[in-house]
């Protein structure tokens, strides 16, 4: 995905279908759980521990996962869920931050019955989320996959400026991904996901500030997972740009001392989309290691 600050949100309206009718709206696939006057979508499949709990990145909502998850589930419990506002989930309260989305995960999981222990995977922004979500309950994490994950210093070190307030007008435009045809996903989900990740790009600064706070992170096993392709195409800083995200991707590898660094070399920002293989594996790697460490 590619995120840019515009005055001209107006613009990306006009290429998205009206919010569709709920006869348009394809059926539920998971449950819905009532997480306190909204409800959130997760489908679980599977059986065994740890849990996996895989959470998309920023736009992406659980189709996006469901190839990932069907392969991971051969093995054990794996459960993909959709952030609210997003797939099947209700909206939720503003602002859509790293904090809140994390005390939501932490009701989602109670009301589904899943104690732990859990192996989480953050996609992007989703790594933040699952981060705060760790440092938070440090007794129920396993292990973690961080696929080509949000770092907090990000921002600063790239010059990328944020709003630093929730404004309901809003200033974000996105743009939909190259591979993200209308034919892959029903228009009324994308139409879903463009709203709700309008609000948590407009919540991006608070969430960057929860990451720096609530930065503990358990000894568990950690993959992280890095794309092999520039994101920065057609700038004359590209270069200066990858070697910089290279370097966060490395710090985020030494959260934790039970640790690898995998490249994904012929995917850029969408691993999950393009190398999906990788991510099995990845998972397939830290739930044995949790296994033999529990």
């Known amino acids: 995905m590619i995120v840019r600050l515009t005055a001209y949100l107006s613009f ?3 290429l998205l279908a ?19 006057g909204y ?5 679980c499949k599977g059986i065994g521990e740890p849990t996996v709990l895989i959470d998309a990145g920023l736009g992406d909502d659980s189709t996006d996962w469901f190839d990932i998850q069907n392969k991971s589930s051969v093995d054990t419990r794996t459960c993909v869920f959709d952030r609210p506002g997003y797939g099947w989930s209700d909206a939720g309260p503003q602002p859509r931050s ?3 989305i994390s005390n939501e995960v932490s009701k989602l999981i109670q009301k589904a019955n899943i104690s732990g222990p859990l192996v989480l995977v953050g996609h992007s922004f989703g790594g933040y989320n699952m981060r705060v979500f760790a440092a938070h309950h440090p007794q129920k994490i396993a292990g ?6 949000s770092h907090e210093s990000q921002y600063e070190k790239l010059n990328i400026k944020l709003p630093k307030h929730f404004d309901r007008k809003g200033n974000i435009l996105i743009l939909p991904k190259a591979n993200d045809t209308v034919s892959d996903k029903a228009i009324a989900l994308r139409e879903r996901a463009f709203h709700a990740a309008r609000a948590e790009i407009s919540s991006l600064y ?5 990451v720096k706070l609530y930065h503990d992170f358990p000894r568990v096993p950690l993959i992280v997972i890095s794309r092999g392709l520039s994101e920065w195409k057609d700038r004359d800083d590209a270069e200066m740009r990858e070697k910089i995200w290279v370097q966060l991707q490395q710090d985020l590898w030494k959260l934790s001392p039970i640790s690898q660094h995998l490249f994904a070399n012929t995917s850029g920002h969408d691993i999950h989309l393009n190398q999906p293989d990788l991510i099995v594996g990845a998972i397939a790697d830290v739930v044995s290691m949790s296994r033999v460490m529990n």
């Open 206 to 210: 608070q969430s960057t500030l929860q």
């Open 98 to 100: 790293s904090l809140i």
């Open 18 to 36: 009206p919010i569709s009718y709920a006869g348009d709206f394809p059926p539920t696939p998971g449950k819905r759980y009532d997480v306190g």
């Open 39 to 43: 409800s959130i979508h997760m489908l």
């Open 144 to 149: 973690m996959v961080l696929v080509d994950a």
């Open 12 to 14: 990306l309206m006009t």
